[in-house]
């Protein structure tokens, strides 16, 4: 399949791997890239810029295939070293960069010197319009089905991605609730051109996380997400478990006056413990309401190539079909 996507970033199918904290490392970007899809590590995983020239090194000795680098911009007072991150991407021949969060206009100049692509995630038409405006080169559409960060407007993709695809003349592609070929062929009917894929792939053989993550995604329904952060204006959907629920009554309770002290035991510092130790109940991590289109936890391989074969059945079979009846 050939689509303004894979054109931009010279791959085979127009399938992403989103940057996933503590997900994506090297491991799982290989071999998204070397499935044809465009595998992306993630920059901030990384404790410093020399942490991350590492991961890329070992990302290019597993594949040769592009992959990129999640760059997420925190709306943090002490910011990590991004000039440095940004450095270790240049000097590691990485030439595609996922931004995400804030705006990434201070950076844009300096990535495209190097000639580096940009494809920004952003979660509103009026964010798309921003980033296409400052430069980007494509834009990750993420809808309110997404696993992580949906933003505070609360568009779901069957409304948000025909809106961008009327909005855009940059490529973009469909991000939150992707699972399948009928995700893909959903999405190129609204207007993307490809799909961002971010619960789907934590649930793959190749994921570097705990097999207690694999499972808690292949045993979840589309019922057991939920948002926390809503009131500190910093919405994170996190599959749900004993301390979600916690960090709930607390928002609940505390009301209009919740700071970030009030839930810190429940979101700081959760990941590493969630995904390499396996302790599912540690705090609240980010899981898409896909999880309930997931039950099996195939190859990165074997799940592309599922969703590539599927989907020009769909398009072949039922949708022609649907005209010549
Ligand atoms: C466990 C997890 C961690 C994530 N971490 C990040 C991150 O660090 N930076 C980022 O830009 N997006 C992050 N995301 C969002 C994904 O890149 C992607 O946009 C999202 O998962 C798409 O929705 P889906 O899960 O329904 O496929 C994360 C998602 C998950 C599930």
Same mark, same amino acid.
């Given at each position: 399949m050939k689509t303004r996507i894979t054109e931009m970033f010279a791959i085979e199918h127009p399938i992403i791997q989103g940057g996933m904290h503590y997900v994506g490392f090297a491991e799982l970007a290989a071999a998204v890239s070397n499935a044809g899809g465009l595998g992306i590590i993630t920059g901030l995983t990384q404790k410093t810029p020399a942490d991350l020239a590492k991961e890329i090194a070992r990302c290019n000795a597993m594949t040769d295939k592009p992959f990129g680098v999640n760059l997420?911009?925190?709306?943090?007072?002490?910011?990590?070293?991004?000039?440095?991150?940004?450095?270790?991407?240049?000097?590691?021949?990485?030439?595609?960069? %996922?931004?995400?969060?804030? !705006?990434? &206009?201070?950076?844009?100049? *300096?990535?495209k010197e190097n000639g580096i692509k940009v494809i920004h995630k952003c979660t509103t038409v009026r964010h798309a319009l921003k980033a296409e405006g400052i430069g980007c080169d494509a834009l990750s559409i993420d809808g309110f089905e997404c696993g992580g960060h949906p933003?505070?407007?609360?568009?779901?993709n069957m409304i948000l991605l025909p809106r961008a695809a009327d909005e855009l003349t940059v490529p973009f592609v469909a991000s939150g609730g992707m699972a399948d070929a009928r995700s893909l062929v959903a999405a190129l009917a609204m207007g993307a051109d490809g799909i961002n894929m971010g619960t789907r792939f934590i649930a793959t053989q190749e994921a570097p996380v705990h097999d207690n993550v694999k499972a808690a995604i292949v045993a979840a329904s589309e019922l057991d997400t939920r948002l926390v952060m809503r009131p500190l204006?910093?919405? %994170?959907?996190?599959?749900? !478990?004993? &301390?979600?629920?916690?960090? *709930?009554?607390?928002?609940?309770?505390?009301?209009?006056?919740?700071?970030?002290?009030?839930?810190?035991?429940?979101?700081?510092?959760?990941?590493?413990?969630?995904?390499?130790?396996?302790?599912?109940?540690?705090?609240?991590?980010?899981?898409?309401?896909?999880?309930?289109?997931?039950?099996?936890?195939?190859?990165?391989?074997?799940?592309?190539?599922?969703?590539?074969?599927?989907?020009?059945?769909?398009i072949r079979q039922r949708l022609e079909g649907l005209l010549t009846a």
């Open positions: 997420t911009f925190l709306p943090v007072i002490a910011a990590p070293d991004y000039p440095g991150y940004i450095q270790a991407i240049i000097d590691g021949g990485v030439k595609i960069v %996922e931004t995400a969060g804030n !705006n990434p &206009a201070p950076w844009l100049p *300096l990535l933003g505070e407007d609360d568009i779901p204006r910093n919405t %994170e959907r996190v599959l749900t !478990n004993a &301390a979600v629920e916690r960090l *709930l009554e607390t928002e609940r309770e505390r009301g209009a006056h919740i700071k970030f002290e009030d839930i810190a035991a429940e979101v700081a510092g959760v990941y590493p413990r969630v995904m390499l130790d396996g302790d599912m109940d540690a705090g609240a991590w980010s899981c898409g309401m896909v999880a309930g289109l997931i039950d099996d936890i195939p190859t990165c391989q074997e799940l592309i190539d599922r969703v590539m074969e599927e989907a020009e059945t769909l």
